[in-house]
C-alpha cells in the first residue's frame, strides 16, 4: 500500500500559547506544520522549542499578518491554514488599536484574500482549509449565555478587529464557497500562558509571595466573570472544527464562569496562603471599558463534533500553579538560568 502524503499546516502565532499546543497535537497526528514567526531582535520560541527539529517536519518561517504571507502560502501549499496571529492582549489593544486592527482584522483579510487568489491561479488545492481564531471579546457587553446566534457587541479595539476578521472569514466563505471557519473561543489558559494576561499574573505572583520572594499581587477588575477553560483542549476543538465535512462556526467554552476574584482565591487558597492579607487593588489595572461577563454556550460543537472539555476550573487552578511553582524554586535556586518555561514539561495535560 502506499504511504498517503502528509497533511501540511500552517500556523499563525505559532510561539504562544495556542500555537505551541496545536503544533504539538498536529504533530501528533503526523502533519508537516509550518510556523510564522515575526522577526525580533530575540526569537520567543520557548514555547514551541521542545517541538522543533531541523530533522523533523516542524518548520519554522518570518512572517508578518501586517504585510501579509502571500509567498509563504503559495510555496507551502497547505491543507490547512490555523490563523491564529494576533495582537491579542485586550488592554493593550486601546493602547495600539490602528495596529491592532491591521493585524487582527486586516491580517485575517490578507489571509483569505491570498488562499482566494491561490485557488483562482490554481496555486493552492480548492479544499485548503481556513480557521479564524475568533474571540468570546466580540460578545461584549451582550447579555450572557452567548452562543453562535448571541448578538455581538464588542467594547474593545482587540474585540472590534476580531469581529472584522469573523465576518471576512464568513464572506469569503459564502462568496468564494471557501472552507473557512470561526471558532469563537472563551478564554483558555495553561502553565504556557504569557505573563501579561491576568490568570498567568495571578498564579505566578502567588507563588513567588508563597516563596517569600514578593509581598503583595496588584489586580483591577475583580468582579469581572470569565468562562477559563484548559488551552490543550480548546486546540483539539480547533482541529475538530477544520475536520468537519462543511465548513461553520463554533462557540468553544465550558460553560461555567468565576469573578478573578474566585479564581485568585483559590489560587491563594491552593498555596495556603490569606487572599486578603496579600491582594490590592489598583483602579488603573481596569480596561476604559470593561466586559462584566463572559459565558459561553458551547451545545452546538458538543452535539455537532462531540467535542467537550477535559480540564475543570479546580484541575485548571491546580496545574497552573504547580507549573509556577517548580519554576520560581527553580529560578531561585539558579538565578542565573532565568528562561521561559520548558514547555515540554510544564505544558500539563494534553
Avoid at 514567526?37 to 530533522?55: H, K, V
Avoid at 508578518?64 to 493593550?92: C, Q, R, T, W
Avoid at 457587541?153 to 472552507?179: E, Q
Amino acid at each position: 500500500m502506499e504511504n498517503m502524503a502528509k497533511k501540511k499546516a500552517i500556523i499563525t502565532g505559532i510561539t504562544g500559547q495556542d500555537g505551541s499546543y496545536l503544533s504539538e497535537w498536529l504533530l501528533s497526528k503526523g502533519y508537516e506544520v509550518h510556523g510564522i514567526i515575526r522577526r525580533a531582535s530575540s526569537l520567543n520560541t520557548a514555547r514551541i522549542d521542545p517541538y522543533f527539529d531541523p530533522e523533523s517536519k516542524n518548520f519554522l518561517h518570518y512572517g508578518d499578518l501586517a504585510d501579509g504571507i502571500d509567498n509563504l502560502i503559495f510555496e507551502i501549499k497547505p491543507d490547512e491554514i490555523y490563523n491564529l496571529g494576533a495582537m491579542s492582549h485586550v488592554k493593550v489593544s486601546f493602547d495600539v488599536p490602528v495596529y491592532t486592527g491591521d493585524v487582527t482584522g486586516l491580517g485575517a483579510t490578507r489571509i483569505l484574500d491570498a488562499i482566494r487568489r491561490g485557488i483562482e491561479n490554481g496555486i493552492l488545492d480548492p479544499g485548503v482549509k481556513y480557521y479564524q481564531a475568533s474571540s468570546s471579546e466580540m460578545f461584549g457587553t451582550t447579555e450572557p449565555p452567548q452562543s453562535e446566534n448571541s448578538p455581538f457587541n464588542p467594547v474593545s479595539p482587540y474585540g472590534c478587529a476580531k469581529l472584522y476578521a469573523y465576518h471576512m472569514t464568513r464572506a469569503y466563505r459564502k462568496g468564494y464557497k471557501m472552507f473557512a471557519s470561526n471558532g469563537i473561543l472563551f478564554n483558555h489558559e495553561s502553565p504556557r500562558r504569557g505573563f501579561n494576561f491576568v490568570t498567568k499574573k495571578i498564579t505566578k505572583t502567588a507563588c513567588r509571595i508563597k516563596l517569600g520572594v514578593q509581598d503583595s499581587l496588584t489586580l483591577g477588575n475583580l468582579s469581572a466573570l470569565r468562562d477559563w477553560g484548559f488551552s490543550g483542549d480548546y486546540v483539539r476543538a480547533i482541529w475538530m472544527i477544520l475536520q468537519h465535512n462543511e465548513p461553520d462556526d463554533f462557540v468553544v467554552s465550558t460553560g461555567e464562569y468565576h469573578t478573578v476574584k474566585e479564581f485568585a482565591e483559590k489560587v491563594f487558597e491552593y498555596l495556603d496562603l490569606d487572599f486578603g492579607k496579600y491582594v490590592r487593588y489598583d483602579k488603573s489595572y481596569e480596561r476604559p471599558n470593561e466586559v462584566p461577563a463572559l459565558l459561553g454556550d458551547s451545545s452546538k460543537i458538543k452535539k455537532v463534533l462531540k467535542w467537550k472539555p477535559t480540564v475543570d476550573f479546580n484541575m485548571l487552578v491546580k496545574m497552573m500553579v504547580d507549573a509556577d511553582l517548580e519554576y520560581e524554586k527553580f529560578i531561585l535556586n539558579s538565578p542565573s538560568q532565568a528562561i521561559f518555561f520548558d514547555a515540554k514539561k510544564k505544558g500539563g495535560k494534553k
